[in-house]
């Protein structure tokens, strides 16, 4: 990407600007069947909605913390690159009673440590194509609610700093132009050698590693990622048949 880029949102920003139809992010759930593709353009276009919706629904700032309760997902990483955008921290796994707005998946247990938080709380059902939940968890705003309607343009009210903490995951504090350094440095140790690299990971989001190998690296370089969950439900077979049949040049589980 630019040699300019400072922070995970320049990074997006450049990559819409080089080549917005190509794939980005794929995403499987090898527990439900589930495959979502997403081009660079759908993905911007999720994270600016969302990132709108953090800015003016939300009201967060600059600065304030957002806890992020989710798992290794496409709907994680969109609220990564938003949050990003915005200029607030993610903090993934944190402690909601510390944040200023609290992000939480279906689970009973994220919603039930979510209820920590004293500000505004989102659920995300995480169901096929950013389903709705049947019934909103009481206290929560359901994101496949909120989302659509927002404005498929973002502009930050304040210019975002590249040198203040912009994510917080396994208790280390990165800044934006941190995040991005790193990944532009470890991907090649990862296999990703520019654009055309294709990472398959298996990794969760709850270590640098798995935020890099997932997400961070792959946009950082021009390649793209398949992100799978639950991929140790697949045997040597049907792993192999997925590298094959999603061109993946390298694989991290």
């Not at 450049?14 to 589930?34: C, I, K, M, Q």
């Not at 930050?156 to 440095?185: C, H, M, N, T, W």
């Amino acid at each position: 990407m630019n040699a300019t880029d400072r922070t995970p949102a320049d990074l997006l920003s450049s990559a819409l600007a080089a080549d917005p139809g190509r794939p980005l992010v794929t995403f499987y759930d090898d527990a439900t069947g589930e495959r979502v593709e997403l081009s660079v353009a759908t993905f911007a276009n999720w994270v600016a909605k969302t990132a709108n919706l953090l800015q003016d629904e939300l009201s967060v700032e600059p600065g304030d913390r957002v806890t992020l309760l989710l798992p290794a997902h496409w709907q994680t990483a969109v609220w990564l690159l938003a949050c990003a955008s915005v200029g607030v921290v993610a903090d993934v796994g944190g402690d909601p009673s510390a944040a200023d707005v609290v992000v939480s998946g279906p689970e009973p247990e994220s919603l039930e440590a979510a209820r920590a938080c004293s500000g505004p709380r989102v659920a995300l059902a995480l169901r096929p194509l950013g389903g709705r939940f049947p019934q909103p968890p009481e206290g929560f705003a359901d994101y496949a609610v909120e989302v659509p309607g927002q404005g498929d343009r973002f502009v930050p009210y304040a210019p975002v700093d590249p040198e203040e903490p912009a994510l917080i995951v396994a208790g280390r504090e990165f800044s934006g132009a941190e995040v991005v350094e790193r990944a532009r440095a470890e991907a090649p140790d990862l296999g990703l050698t520019g654009p055309g690299s294709r990472i398959l990971s298996g990794l969760p989001y709850d270590t640098w590693e798995g935020l890099n190998a997932g997400l961070y690296a792959p946009l950082a370089t021009g390649g793209s990622v398949v992100l799978c969950r639950n991929v140790d439900r697949l045997d040597a077979d049907a792993l192999d048949k997925r590298v094959e049949s999603e061109r993946v040049t390298v694989i991290a589980r």
